[in-house]
């Protein structure tokens, strides 16, 4: 089945302590994306990669690490997480981003930063 | 960023009522998406435009994306309760658009909730 697999579904954590959710999509899609939802502010996107070894920062990508070093895996690393960092994050991917290839999303994964 | 403008922010609606929802921007888009996302899930493409004028269909969804292409509206035809959940436009400006090429901008939702 096609999909974006991110995990874990539910973290909770420290301030400080750093963390990775990880994503992975098994469609062979170029392009991926990390989005945050937080109420009232809807989706905002943290970081992208168009391809392998290809990253370019979002709206929001303080705070936030990426890699892209095989297509199937973008991992989202919060090296130092504080509070405000509390949120629901997707993970999405699509066929290189022509305006033709809608994203697909993960099922999300809800961090909380105590 | 650029952002877009959905409205409206909430509705509550009776079964069978139809519902209309929109976006705009300042700034002219390639292509317009809609979503829907469900309790606990991630949004799900319901209606990808990607010409001006163009009105697509999907089943009881029709998504219409705005001759300045600067808008678009979907409407949802005799509501029913699975109905419920939040609905997200989406634009992409393409290649030559002033931003990333990546960056796909959402609307902050509509969502939909029924009538008790």
């Known amino acids: 089945e096609a999909q974006v697999t991110q995990n874990p579904r539910y973290l909770i954590t420290v301030t400080g302590k750093k963390l990775t959710v990880t994503c992975s999509q098994n469609m062979n899609h170029e392009y991926m994306s990390w989005y945050r939802q937080d109420p009232g502010l809807g989706l905002r996107q943290i970081y992208y990669?168009?391809?392998?070894?290809?990253?370019d920062k979002g709206d929001v990508p303080e705070g936030y690490k990426v890699s892209r070093k095989e297509k199937r895996n973008f991992p989202l690393i919060l090296e130092s997480p504080s509070p405000n960092q509390t949120s629901l994050y997707f993970c999405a991917s699509s066929f290189l981003f022509r305006g033709q290839s809608p994203l697909h999303f993960g099922n999300g994964t809800r961090l909380t930063v105590t | 960023g650029q952002q877009l403008n959905q409205s409206p922010q909430s509705m509550f609606i009776q079964e069978g009522e139809d519902v209309s929802m929109n976006c705009t921007s300042s700034?002219?888009?390639?292509?317009w998406l809609w979503y829907k996302q469900d309790p606990g899930e991630g949004p799900v493409l319901l209606i990808a435009l990607y010409k001006a004028g163009e009105l697509t269909s999907n089943g009881r969804l029709t998504a219409q994306f705005g001759i300045t292409r600067k808008d678009s509206f979907l409407n949802i035809s005799a509501s029913i309760p699975s109905d419920v959940g939040i609905y997200f436009c989406?634009?992409?400006?393409?290649?030559?658009?002033?931003?990333?090429?990546?960056?796909?901008?959402f609307g902050k939702g509509t969502k939909l909730s029924v009538k008790p």
């Open positions: 989406a634009g992409h400006g393409g290649k030559n658009y002033g931003g990333s090429q990546g960056n796909l901008i």
């Open positions: 700034s002219i888009f390639n292509t």
């Open positions: 990669s168009m391809n392998v070894e290809v990253t």
